[in-house]
Each structure stands twice: as structure tokens, then as C-alpha cells.
């Protein structure tokens, strides 16, 4: 005898095939379906408001973190709320795309201070060296929407969304909500509720056997889907990716003071930077993996098997000379469909300069150094 729908109060309906809609049917059949729409993993867990996550939001806002990132004052209560995002909201269902490659590491190219790449050279983030994850995310999206909806809503009574909603078939524009980073949902946090891993203390998500190399997303749905246990954080004492940092950025476990960021300062800042700002920037031309590099759990990490994450030519370590010599349409050329469209033109060029100017010091530095010991060698 089957178990009656929590939503419904009913038994669920099997569809021609004697599937049915039961909570763990629909997870197991979620997992398929996101594994065939080429996502790595999904968690799901349980829709409802975490007031806990709006309290540290709005600290986090409060202490000026954010830095120049105004858009995330911007309905915190609503990003604390799946219901808010998604009408009748049951079920988060959230999505990770891995993207390691075979790529030296930048803790190995840009040194652990973030200032040691060879001359002439800049580094550019992981993520960041094939195509823009937004895109590759999104078309998966909507072809795992595309697959919930002519696969799963057969199965649905016109009554899944429970007692207190109005009944009709299954609609995805009315039942599933995709985001990707840039939604109204504190992703990382329904992504440790779904146990796909837990915030580490630089602040991004953590799998015990794939690291933290990866992209979420989430999809909000009406669907009553079976949740998954959350992880255990097992970060321990370990406090590398603290003290890795060359501007002490982690200003607590799970704390990122964006203004001090390399990433938030490379990619996010608009206009010019002050000089200490410039030189906090090291030897990075957009974004920074050093807290990720160190961390124990990506010896795990595994290079991911999308030729659209994979890196471009002349993306690793790329030569600072011929970033600067770009103009509009060679830049439009070269970084099409990447990343790094997102600072343009000036602020990719801004921060190649400032790495320039930094690795001007260090040569100028280093030359005075061996003056001086030339100098007492030869007083001695």
C-alpha cells in the first residue's frame, strides 16, 4: 500500500509506467534527470524561511562587507525566504557543476603571498578560464526544467501543491524558479541544508570528495521532493585558507570583508583603484584561488569533463604585455562568451597595470638588495 502525499494528504498518482509522485520517487527521479541535463550532483532540501541566514546577511551588510556590491542590500528578507522568491515554494533543489581542470595551481604560479608570478605575467581565477558558467549553467537549466516537465509532471495529480493552493496541472513557469549566482537565493546555505558539502571558512562550499571546485545553482518547485541530510563541516582546527590570504580578507571563519578581497577588488570594483588597493592585487588580473589552492580537501578535486569549462588558449598566466595591448573589438574577440567580460575592457587592463606596477617593485626592490650586499661583501 503506498503512503499518502504530505502535500496532498492522498496517494500518489502512478503515471502509465507505474511510476509514482511519492517525495522519494520524485527525489530518486530528480537525481536522473540532473546527472542526463549534465549537472555533477544535486541535493534537495526542504523549502522554508531560515531567519538565522537573514541575521547574518544583515550583519554582513551592516559592517560594510559588501563593499561596492549595493545590489545585495537590496530585499534581504527575500533572499532568507524561498517563498518569497517562488509562490508555494516546497522543495530547493540545488545543483553543483564542477569545474577543475589540469591547470597549475595559483598558490604554485602567483606564489602563497599572491605576488611571486614570473615577470610579464598575471594570473587569471580558475573559474574563470574557459567559458562564462552563468551561460553553461543556464542552458542546463533549461534543459533539466524542459525534462521535470514533460518526464515528471505527468505524474502529478491536479492537487500536488497541497490543500491550501489552487489546483492545475503542472506548470513550470508557475512551479520551478532557476537561479544561478546571481538570484535572490543564499545558495551556499540551502547547498549545506541539501548536504552537498559545507560553507568552509572562506566562506565557499566544501564536498569531503570533490572539494570546493564547483558551481551551484538552485531551483526552487512546488514539488514535494524527498530532502537529503546535510554534511557535517569538517574543517576542524584547519585554518589555512585564513592564513593563506594576503589581505587578511577572512576577517572571521566564514567572514569575507569584500573590500579587502582580491577577487571582489579585480572583478567587482569599478574605476580606479587607491594604491594600497593596487597592490593588494598582487600579481592577479582577475580574481584569486589562493584560500581554495590550500585548502586539504581539493587534493580531491577532480578536472571536469566539460569542454566548455576547459581553459582557453592563453588564459593561464597570460602575458600582461598583450592584455594591455588590447583595444575594444580585440578584447570583444578574445573574451567572448568568458568570465571576464565582466570587468571589460578598463578594469582588466586597470588591474593589469597595477600588476605591472607591482612587479616593478619587486625587480627595483631585488636590485637594491643585491647592491647592498655587493657593498658589504665589499667592505668586508
Known amino acids: 500500500m503506498q503512503e499518502p502525499n504530505s502535500a496532498t494528504g492522498r496517494p500518489p498518482r502512478a503515471d502509465a509506467d507505474g511510476a509514482d509522485a511519492s517525495p522519494q520517487s520524485l527525489r530518486a527521479a530528480l537525481g536522473a534527470l540532473a546527472q542526463q541535463a549534465g549537472f555533477s550532483r544535486l541535493g534537495v532540501a526542504r523549502a522554508h524561511p531560515r531567519p538565522e541566514d537573514l541575521e547574518r546577511l544583515q550583519a554582513w551588510l551592516a559592517a560594510g562587507h559588501h563593499g561596492t556590491m549595493a545590489w545585495l542590500e ?14 508555494g515554494a516546497r522543495s530547493v533543489l540545488v545543483l553543483a557543476l ?3 581542470c589540469d591547470a597549475v595551481r595559483s598558490v604554485d604560479f602567483v606564489g602563497r603571498d599572491g605576488a611571486s608570478a614570473p615577470e610579464g605575467h598575471g594570473w587569471i581565477s580558475r573559474y574563470a578560464l574557459g567559458d562564462d558558467y ?19 509532471g505527468p505524474r502529478l495529480s491536479d492537487d500536488f501543491r497541497g490543500p491550501d493552493a489552487p ?3 503542472f506548470d513550470p513557469r508557475r512551479d520551478l524558479r532557476g537561479t544561478v549566482d546571481y538570484g535572490p537565493v543564499l545558495e551556499r546555505r540551502w547547498a549545506e541544508e541539501a548536504g552537498l558539502g559545507w560553507q568552509g571558512k572562506h566562506s565557499l562550499l566544501v564536498h569531503p570528495q570533490h572539494g570546493s571546485f564547483f558551481f ?5 518547485t512546488t514539488l514535494t521532493v524527498a530532502p537529503d541530510t546535510p554534511t557535517l563541516d569538517h574543517c576542524g582546527s ?22 579587502r578581497c582580491i577577487s571582489a577588488l579585480t572583478i567587482e570594483t569599478k574605476g580606479p583603484l587607491s594604491e594600497e588597493q593596487a597592490r593588494w592585487v598582487g600579481d592577479h588580473v582577475f580574481g584569486c584561488d589562493l584560500c581554495q589552492d590550500v585548502c586539504p580537501f581539493n587534493r580531491f578535486s577532480r578536472p571536469s569533463d566539460e569542454p566548455a569549462l576547459r581553459p582557453r588558449p592563453g588564459s593561464v598566466g597570460p602575458q600582461l604585455a598583450d592584455l594591455l595591448s588590447l583595444d575594444e573589438a580585440a578584447f570583444a574577440a578574445r573574451f567572448a562568451g568568458s568570465p571576464l567580460r565582466r570587468a571589460k575592457l578598463a578594469g582588466v587592463q586597470r588591474n593589469a597595470l597595477a600588476v605591472q606596477a607591482n612587479q616593478g617593485r619587486r625587480v627595483t626592490t631585488a636590485g637594491s638588495d643585491s647592491g647592498a650586499l655587493d657593498d658589504a661583501s665589499a667592505d668586508s
Open 216 to 220: 551551484l545553482a538552485t531551483l526552487l
Open 74 to 87: 537590496r530585499d534581504p528578507e527575500r533572499r532568507s525566504d524561498p517563498g518569497r522568491v517562488l509562490a
Open 238 to 259: 584547519c585554518s589555512r585558507c585564513i592564513d593563506v590570504c594576503p589581505t587578511a580578507a577572512i576577517v572571521a571563519p566564514r567572514v569575507v570583508d569584500s573590500r
Open 98 to 100: 564542477d569545474y577543475d
Open 134 to 152: 552563468h551561460e553553461v549553467i543556464e542552458r542546463r537549466l533549461a534543459a533539466l526544467t524542459d525534462a521535470i516537465a514533460r518526464q515528471l
Open 167 to 169: 489546483p492545475g496541472p
